[in-house]
């Protein structure tokens, strides 16, 4: 059951997702600040923004200036999400080699998060796709509340794997299946991530994007992982929500997922004690604790020096 092995990417959203539905707007230093803290910890994959309108959500208005102001690092890989085709022209416009570009499979979080129903909003991204992958831009595509929706609970497995097959008839690298309202279980994240290595193949790799908000979130992405995942989401701090969704609540935690594979002997590159110190000083921003557990809590005795064990 558990005869998984392999390298894990985790990619960090805490800039972007984590950030999107606080009332505190994160200056570009702050930004740029945890940005460092995310590579020196060896987050090899972040997302540091979103290119939507700052009408709908402020705390993203910066993105463009942000991406100005990165210093790249060897080995990491900056991305954003991307809603539109007014979106991309503004990632090409400060460079951005890797792009979400997404729909959701719910009509009614789709028409609340894009003004836009499923089938409007699939004919509306494609030629943004198109136009990303001309460009030479890597493109993972999403779909958003694949495994449930927050307004009308169960979406089809079916219509999940028809957005699926669109994307990959367009030659994306990577799809994205979202848990937007953290309502999946884990048998659930096995049979559809199963389902979709069948349909697309193994040249696109498949990812997950997994909220916690029923306390699920780590079982889950075990249960993708024992579906042949190897591509997470998750957010510093388990920071995060959808906007668009009512008390929606956050992302895994980067650090915790880092945990969990380093305890079962997955690589992800990433220092999970280094990730601490940045949520301590979330905390303090945002004045109160975040969901993450290992942050919170001792070392387990065998990652304890002598002297912390004394």
Not at 15 to 43: H, P
Not at 68 to 90: C, E, H, M, Q, S
Not at 129 to 141: D, N, P, Y
Not at 274 to 283: F, R, Y
Request: net charge negative.
């Amino acid at each position: 059951m558990y005869g998984f092995s392999g390298d894990v990417l985790i990619e960090d959203e805490f800039l972007r997702d984590g950030l999107q539905n606080e009332k505190r707007v994160f200056s570009i230093e702050e930004k740029l600040r945890f940005l460092a803290m995310l590579e020196a910890a060896g987050v090899r994959r972040i997302q540091v923004g979103s290119f939507v309108h700052p009408k709908w959500v402020p705390q993203m208005a910066d993105t463009d200036e942000l991406f100005g102001r990165i210093v790249p690092k060897p080995g990491v890989v900056y991305t954003a999400l991307v809603l539109n085709k007014a979106g991309l022209d503004r990632a090409l416009a400060v460079g951005v080699r890797h792009l979400s570009i997404s729909v959701s499979a719910s009509e009614t979080h789709s028409r609340k998060n894009t003004n836009r129903g499923v089938d409007e909003a699939r004919a509306a991204i494609v030629p943004t796709i198109e136009k990303a992958l001309a460009e030479g831009v890597a493109v993972r595509a999403g779909i958003q509340s694949a495994l449930g929706c927050g307004f009308e609970g169960r979406v089809d497995p079916a219509r999940v794997l028809e957005i699926a097959c669109d994307f990959a008839a367009l030659g994306v690298q990577e799809i994205n299946i979202a848990d937007t309202a953290g309502l999946a279980n884990p048998r659930q994240v096995f049979g559809l991530c199963t389902r979709l290595q069948d349909e697309i193949g193994p040249d696109i790799r498949l990812s997950l994007h997994l909220h916690d908000t029923r306390g699920l979130g780590i079982a889950n992405m075990v249960a993708g992982l024992q579906a042949g995942v190897r591509i997470f989401d998750a957010a510093l701090g388990g920071l995060g929500g959808c906007p668009f969704i009512p008390k929606a609540t956050g992302n895994i935690a980067t650090e915790d997922a880092a945990f969990a594979c380093e305890q079962m002997g997955l690589a992800t590159g990433i220092d999970w004690t280094a990730l601490c110190a940045p949520v301590a000083k979330a905390e303090a921003l945002l004045e109160r604790a975040l969901p993450a557990r290992i942050s919170h809590v001792p070392p387990p005795p065998w990652e304890r020096t002598e002297k912390e064990m004394s």
